[in-house]
T-cell receptor
């Protein structure tokens, strides 16, 4: 299976703490993306990191990518109750004329306690 | 609002019914997708359309029939579904395949 694996499957933290989620994948990728899903706003794209990048920031989000280990991590700093959601590691695969498609993992369920 | 709308938001249908799901994107994207999301399973890609041409059919049963009349609209025609087809069906669009995707709110389908 090309599907990635996320760790942990569930995470519960207090507001203000940092949350770190990890994911691993098996195939070569063009880019890796993180998405968030909650009941209020549906499935939303958070950040994209290309295969030739090692780190990327967006607001309170920091993503790292290690292509030699085929792994990525998402750090959310100073978490808020509104960050409560499922977070998905998604990688884009395919080269040349082949369709680049996104492969979704099973997600990490993050609960931020007020 | 993500710029991708889906109707209906909820649908209950019997196994002998025929219904259609509609998706519309207002982002000027050229690629559109159908996904199936079932409880405790990863999001499953069903179909990919790029510039109105189907480029991916991920071994989806023929009781699901997609239609893409133009780059802004995508339909999923349903007939003789099974109870295990009950799920959240998500539509997405992107500017080029492999790029960040924008998702609609989904249609919660229940097959009785």
């Amino acid at each position: 299976s090309q599907q990635g694996e996320e760790d942990p499957q569930a995470l519960s933290i207090q507001e203000g703490e940092n949350a770190t989620m990890n994911c691993s994948y098996k195939t070569s990728i063009n880019n890796l993306q993180w998405y968030r899903q909650n009941s209020g706003r549906g499935l939303v794209h958070l950040i994209l990191i290309r295969s030739n990048e090692r780190e990327k920031h967006s607001g309170r989000l920091r993503v790292t990518l290690d292509t030699s280990k085929k792994s990525s991590s998402l750090l959310i700093t100073a978490s808020r109750a509104a960050d409560t959601a499922s977070y998905f590691c998604v990688f884009a695969t395919g080269y040349g004329g082949a369709t680049n498609k996104l492969i979704f993992g099973t997600g990490t369920l993050l609960a931020v306690q007020p | 609002e993500t710029g991708v709308t889906q109707t209906p938001r909820h649908l209950v249908m019997g196994m002998t019914n025929k219904k259609s799901l509609k998706c519309e994107q207002h982002l000027g994207h050229n690629a559109m997708y159908w996904y199936k999301q079932s409880a405790k399973k990863p999001l499953e890609l069903m179909f990919v359309y790029n510039f109105k041409e189907q480029t991916e059919n991920n071994s989806v049963p023929s009781r699901f029939s997609p239609e893409c009349p133009n780059s802004s609209h995508l339909f999923l025609h349903l007939h003789t579904l099974q109870p295990e087809d009950s799920a959240l069906y998500l539509c997405a669009s992107s500017q080029g395949t492999g790029r960040e995707q924008y998702f609609g709110p989904g249609t919660r389908l229940t097959v009785t």
